[in-house]
């Protein structure tokens, strides 16, 4: 019988965590965001915008091919499109993880030359790599 009420408690400890991590602290970081004036779509417990980036991709992806140099509506067609419809500060989704979406260059300039450390860049695959090597877009801290 104490065995059993370990087993539920320790089970309801858990639960609790998961919905502290799935829920409650990205309500919190939207509502931070949303607070300084910073919007975006509608976060979605476990995936985030992930469904809306595939509906997204597989949407421009049925369209004619455009051959053009303006490129970003079909590299990026969920960026592009977010930054036009919340602005060119923005928060999304990748599961519960919150990432800002930035598309002014002053600000983009002052978060890649951080050097506090409250901010981390994405790690790049092997190809990206390549591409842009050591650059500052790959670079942290001093070198």
């Not at 370990?6 to 970081?29: C, Q, S, T």
């Not at 790690?123 to 670079?139: C, E, R």
Request: hydrophobic share 45%; proline share 5%.
């Amino acid at each position: 019988m104490l065995l059993l009420a370990v087993g539920l408690f320790i089970l309801f400890i858990l639960i609790l965590k998961l919905i502290h991590k799935i829920i409650l602290v990205p309500w919190r970081i939207q509502r931070h965001f949303k607070k300084q004036g910073i919007s975006g779509p509608a976060y979605r417990p476990v995936f985030g915008n992930a469904a809306e980036i595939r509906r997204i991709y597989a949407e421009v992806q049925s369209k004619s091919n455009y051959f053009g140099h303006d490129v970003v509506h079909r590299l990026d067609p969920y960026y592009h499109g977010w930054s036009f419809d919340y602005g060119k500060t923005f928060l999304w989704w990748f599961g519960s993880i919150p990432n800002l979406g930035i598309a002014e260059p002053e600000l983009i300039k002052e978060v890649l030359m951080n050097s506090t450390g409250c901010s981390r860049k994405v790690g790049l695959d092997p190809l990206s790599n390549q591409l842009f090597g050591d650059s500052i877009v790959s670079l942290e801290g001093e070198k």
